[in-house]
């Protein structure tokens, strides 16, 4: 997954996404968290939220933090990381996870790796995937 901008601004916040979660096992699995890893520096994250394809009208890999013609309205939509999220066998989640970014500064570099945490058999795991997205700023 990769999404990005040349157009942000200093202070323009984004939802960007880091991940939509698959499940190739055949036990469910339960996600407990979502954090994103190795922030280049001039991005901070401000929160995290999980979305459903079904409120969105499918996957949204980047928007902008204002409401913006054509595009879900994520602040006023359904938060479903609140609770954990279970991933059933062979299937892959109706729900991705978007963290919500602030420009502080130009931006250095691509953020690239988001951990999952999550329980499947009554063990705790961790695993980190790729999510890739860039901002610039326009000049």
Known sequence: MSAGTEHARLGETFWAAVGFPDNVSSKPLTITDVTLLDAPDGLRVLGYAAFSVDDTDGFVPL???RHETGMPDFDSLPDH????????P????VIFYMAKVQITAPPKGIWGATRFDYIQNDRHYQQTLH???ELKVER
């Open 63 to 65: 928007a902008r933090g």
């Open 81 to 88: 990381a609140k609770a954990p999220l279970v991933v059933q």
């Open 90 to 93: 062979h299937s892959d989640a």
């Open 131 to 133: 999510c890739e997205f």
